[in-house]
């Protein structure tokens, strides 16, 4: 079982960078994909990022390219999510999600476990 807990959500302007943070508990967190996901209102959950076991590959949603990033310490079972130039677009709760696989994927049905989210708004 792994549990997870976001942090790092707020209230921003338009343009500024938010770092989320997403600690797991469990032992085997280094061998687990992580992912972000994304969701707003009226709108169905998407795919942010993802993030391999060893932190070597990653992926992205095209509609973050180039402004955000994810990245893991697994020595603290850690993984987190930059995100710069932040839009209006990108409001949204944001939810961490662990994959028990080595495999990457970027659909919500491939992950296992699920935090609670935390919101992000950007304003104008």
């Known amino acids: 079982q792994v549990q997870l807990v976001e942090s790092g959500g707020g209230v921003v302007q338009s343009g500024d960078s938010l770092r989320l943070s997403c600690a797991a508990s469990g032992r085997t967190f280094s061998s687990y994909v992580m992912g972000w996901f994304r969701q707003a209102p009226g709108k169905e959950r998407e795919f942010v990022m993802a993030?391999?076991?060893?932190?070597?590959?990653?992926s992205y949603a095209d509609s973050v390219k180039g402004r955000f990033t994810i990245s893991r310490d697994n020595a603290k079972n850690t993984v987190y999510l930059q995100m710069n130039s932040l839009k209006p677009e990108d409001t949204a709760v944001y939810y961490c999600?662990?994959?028990?696989?080595?495999?990457?994927?970027?659909?919500?049905?491939?992950?296992?476990?699920w935090g609670q989210g935390t919101q992000v708004t950007v304003s104008s």
């Open positions: 999600a662990a994959r028990n696989s080595r495999v990457m994927a970027d659909t919500g049905s491939g992950y296992d476990y």
């Open positions: 993030i391999n076991w060893s932190g070597s590959v990653t």
